[in-house]
């Protein structure tokens, strides 16, 4: 115990100075690394890349910090660097999806489909992005839950960006009966685009025949708006179609099912009195073949 | 109470507590009322964009704001009885769709007069200075560019594309802008849409009290593009008598020198 302490002494008293100058160099560096990420000027960038590059500012001054500590206390940093990469295959095949997501967040990073605030559909899922990091990608859906997403399954998930760009277009898909005239359609559609303010006037509405279907004409209504207004048009629109329709009496068609009973047995018997459908069994003297 | 002034809607009025005044404006329909210890507003709007009556503050019974499809209010201790209403021009710039076809032949300078909606202010010293900011009539929203990814979100605007100023119909909830285009190109310029950087400028008021904002150029040189030299005319418009400044721009950001104002069919 005394050797111990006599050694610890000796040392102290030999290579005091410069321990004291690794430690200061330390220190000193990792406070400046947090200084320098904080004090950036990087607040006009976009939050994701304010992110990024206050990280990535932060670990290489630390790294620095450290490496320079370690010099000055005489030891190489060759040894440690290939003792480190020795580690690193080790973790690697030891936390092999951890590494996958390691190097598909970097790629994301790179490639930036998306970025914070953004709202984006994977696999299903639609939420506003919070945060794109080493590992995840987190989303918080419109019913406010967090979803982690691994970075490994977005990087090979299809990723659909809905607020990309700043116009967005409503495809609204409907039927009217075949005995409307479709030119009276088109119009009330369009005079109806024209009078929603959110409906953008350019690029302009548009009508597209889509089949002779089952039971209706098929047509495809497409407006547009910004991105910010899309659910209120998507809201707003539908039920002015609605009121529209109704009001000029153009009917949309729901499908109609006829029950036939078979040419063996009688049909099944129907009697309308004063309007009104009476499908009870006493509608008849015989009770109804089923 | 303020004596109602026929011609002007905006300016400073006296409303005692417990009492109301009603402003027409146009399409718009705006109630203001000062009640004890707070202001209310109420506004309502149809969807005619040329309306024109114009009853500027009229005295009317509290009950009247009911029909408001809107009233907001606002918390005011003070003895304050004064409001300012003021008019402002757009927040973004606005894209007039000529009615019929408009041709401006090569090496010609004409002017048109076209006009934008405005908005209304409300505040005063207390409350601040814009504590209700809404257009008197909601144009619609287009968007102005190459292609659907590129380009600005502007308000839309039909337009007659009018060369002379008597025909020009007086409408108290617009701001009529003198543009003068000017084709150094060699080729007919057909204008499909003109964009006007509205939020750019100043409002000013005539004689007979038509709101008027100050006055726009654009030179276009090249044959093949939509690109003008815009410029924006300081002091009030040449064409309004005696014009005095209402409303300050909306925006005082330069406007760029060389910038994408048509969408024309070159012939």
Redesign the interface.
């Known amino acids: 115990m005394t050797d111990l302490l006599d050694n610890i002494v000796n040392w102290l008293t030999t290579q005091g100075a410069t321990a004291a100058a690794a430690v200061a160099v330390l220190i000193g560096g990792l406070l400046a690394a947090k200084l320098l990420a904080d004090h950036l000027p990087v607040k006009r960038l976009h939050p994701q890349h304010q992110l990024i590059t206050r990280r990535v500012v932060r670990y290489s001054a630390t790294a620095i910090a450290i490496g320079w500590s370690l010099n000055i206390l005489g030891i190489e940093l060759g040894i440690l660097l290939g003792a480190a990469g020795i580690l690193t295959v080790a973790i690697g095949f030891a936390a092999q999806t951890s590494a996958s997501n390691l190097i598909s967040g970097l790629f994301i990073m790179a490639e930036r489909p998306f970025r914070i605030d953004d709202v984006i559909r994977i696999e299903g899922i639609t939420g506003t992005v919070v945060s794109v990091d080493l590992l995840s990608v987190r989303l918080r859906t419109f019913d406010h839950l967090l979803i982690r997403i691994p970075n490994e399954t977005v990087l090979k998930s299809n990723v659909t960006n809905l607020t990309y760009?700043?116009?967005r277009r409503l495809d609204v898909k409907l039927g009217v009966a075949y005995k409307e005239n479709v030119s009276r359609v088109r119009a009330v559609l369009f005079d109806l685009a024209?009078?929603?303010?959110?409906?953008?006037?350019?690029?302009e509405p548009l009508i597209i025949f889509k089949e002779f279907g089952d039971s209706s004409i098929n047509l495809q209504f497409s407006v547009?708006?910004?991105r910010e207004?899309f659910l209120n048009l998507q809201n707003s629109i539908h039920e002015e179609i609605k009121n529209a329709f109704d009001s000029e009496g153009i009917e949309i068609p729901f499908p109609h099912i006829s029950i036939y009973a078979g040419s063996e047995t009688a049909p099944i018997p129907v009697k309308i009195e004063n309007n009104r459908v009476d499908t009870s069994p006493t509608a008849t003297s015989e009770p109804p073949p089923l | 109470m303020t004596t109602p002034d026929t011609k002007h809607w905006w300016g400073d009025f006296n409303i005692p507590k417990g009492e109301m005044l009603r402003w027409q404006i146009g399409p718009m329909t705006l109630w203001v009322e000062r009640g004890k210890g707070e202001w209310r507003c109420g506004f309502s709007r149809t969807?005619d964009p040329v309306a024109h009556t114009l009853e500027p503050a009229a005295n009317c019974d509290i009950a009247d704001m009911e029909r408001a499809e809107e009233i907001l209010r606002f918390a005011d201790r003070s003895e304050a009885e004064t409001i300012t209403i003021a008019p402002a021009p757009p927040g973004r710039s606005i894209?007039n769709?000529p009615d019929q076809p408009f041709f401006v032949p090569p090496k010609t300078t004409t002017t048109l007069f076209v006009s934008c909606p405005l908005w209304v202010n409300l505040g005063n010293s207390q409350l601040g200075k814009k504590i209700l900011d809404e257009p008197i009539y909601?144009?619609?929203?287009?968007?102005?560019g190459p292609r659907?990814?590129e380009g600005e979100?502007c308000y839309?605007s039909k337009t007659f594309c009018r060369t002379q100023l008597d025909e020009v119909p007086f409408r108290p909830h617009r701001a009529v802008t003198s543009v003068t285009l000017k084709n150094s190109s060699g080729s007919v310029l057909a204008l499909e849409?003109i964009k006007i950087p509205s939020m750019n400028l100043g409002l000013y008021v005539d004689q007979s009290g038509r709101i008027w904002t100050q006055d726009v150029t654009f030179e276009r040189n090249a044959d093949d593009d939509d690109f003008a030299e815009v410029g924006i005319v300081a002091g009030p418009p040449k064409a309004a008598e005696g014009a005095t400044h209402i409303a300050p721009a909306r925006s005082t950001a330069s406007v760029n020198v060389a910038m994408r104002v048509f969408n024309s069919i070159f012939r």
């Open positions: 760009f700043p116009i024209h009078r929603n303010h959110l409906c953008l006037e350019e690029p547009w708006s910004t207004n | 969807d894209v769709r909601r144009p619609s929203d287009t968007w102005f659907n990814h979100l839309a849409k």
